[in-house]
């Protein structure tokens, strides 16, 4: 089990199990958070990642171990926990005849703000998620991606250090993604601490600091995605491209031991290549050495998608 290590988290997950009857849902999961970082939590349907957030945002109860938020314990203190955390679950009720601007207010004084900071609140996250000019909208009647922002909007209206997010993209066309992306980015630039889960992987590779890959219950892997790639595979994929004589690189290729699956694609050759970077580019001075004059030459870098296919295994409980 890989475990991030952190001298001042703000999120922090130890040793923490959730047992529903004979199903261990969540089995001995450890990682932290750090002031200002996005972290991604990634995970088939049913790898236990809402509930280890619903435990974070003391909706459940570990059977063993612990949580904590800021410091405080999601066991021993889930009162202050609460004032200290924003939950944006991946679905939420909407009632109907109550306007925007009334269902933020609901929430600032639910967390106990009074008079001129709650205005001041209310007012800040309606510009923040661009909600101003939906004041006195019914939620009901607001777009899929507009119910999303208002539910951001509710999480944060009471400025909590540290965030939890539960699938918030699901369901946006593009341009709501990619706005909801740069909000999620502001937060962590003002000092957030974000914890957010996705089935779009490549939403969450390009805005999260670190990833953490769960499945069963159990966390398979913890870091970025070059660290995780780092630490699991001992071979990359290589594409040179030749001037000529294509055949004979191949030839020379498989004539050596750290060249494996050597395959022609026209004027190109594929291969999967033992070691890092630093003997890739041992191969590619071999190869110009060798005579063969080289026109491109380059290795596929690994995706969150590969890093997850490579990872998990497709297993559910």
Known sequence: MSE????NPQIELIHLQRRFGPVMAVDDVCFSVSRGNVFGFIGPNGAGKTTSMRILATLDLPTSGDAFV???????????VRTRLGFMPDYFDTQPNILVEEYLDFFARSYGLMGAERQRAVRYVMSFTKLDGLREKTIDSLSKGMKQRLCLGRAMVHDPPVMIMDEPAAGLDPRARIQLREMIGQLAADGKSILVSSHILTELAEMCDTVAIIEQGKLLAVGTVEEIHRARQTQRSVRVRVLENTEGLCNWLEARGDAHNVQRDGPHVTLLHDGDQETEADLLRDVVTAGFRVVAFGSHAESLEDVFMRVTEGLVQ
């Open 70 to 80: 800021d410091g405080f314990s999601v066991t021993q203190d889930p009162d202050r």
């Open 4 to 7: 991030v290590i952190d001298t």
